[in-house]
């Protein structure tokens, strides 16, 4: 794991976009995974920011996203779907974007479906945020780690958490569908960021906890090429 520690928020940001900006530049047909939640806003801002003003070329870039909830309406705006669309897509030229289908009726077609996509398309940077809990997407402690797509019920901690987002506990969907572990896994290049203190336990487990279920991000302690970017407050429980 290569592991940096910002004092400066804006920084973070400003070196996580890079890492996709020059990619994209080297690589016009680049692959992407992105992530939802509050933590890459601040990276999808500056990836919007650079569009505008250096004109990077999105038009052959495809992307995947992590996961999505099941069972919200089309137009609720805590779908994935319409998160990406309002916090990136439709400021860049990208053209071909996919999020799993969060179509309560088809989970099992959806999941099948969503792996075969990712199986046929080598993501080469994978972008993650990070539980409290340790979850990687909506990998759930004990999720096994050769998990493929597939259907979780989401933790109490994880609704609790994201009930910021909505207008209710009650409102915040059970179930969600989701990369597993292992499709996670075969990204080439993982980048994680996570900011705040909240974050602090999940990150000492993952640096340095056991590889274990119980903290899915773990994991990324065996990934090869694993960058990832924390703030003073993430970083406030690892002796560095
Ligand atoms: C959400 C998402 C994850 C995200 C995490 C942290 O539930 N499914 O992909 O990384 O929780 O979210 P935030 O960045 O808002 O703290």
Redesign the pocket.
Known sequence: MNIRIFNDKEELYREAANFFIDHVKENPNAILGL???????PLYQNLILDHKENKTDYSKVKSFN??EYIGLPKDHKET?YNFMNENLFKYINIKETYVPNGDPNKKEQSCLEYENLISNNQIEIQL?????NG????NEPLTPFDSKTHIVT?ANK?RE??A??FNSLDEVPKE?I?MGIASIMKAKTLIL????E??ADAIYEMIYGKVSTECPASILQTHSDCYVFIDRAAASKINK
């Open positions: 992530a939802t939640g509050a933590t890459p806003i992590l996961d994935y993650l945020g990070l539980g409290a979850h990687i997407g909506f989401l994880t958490d994201n910021r987002f969600a989701t960021l996570a900011v705040g909240n974050k």
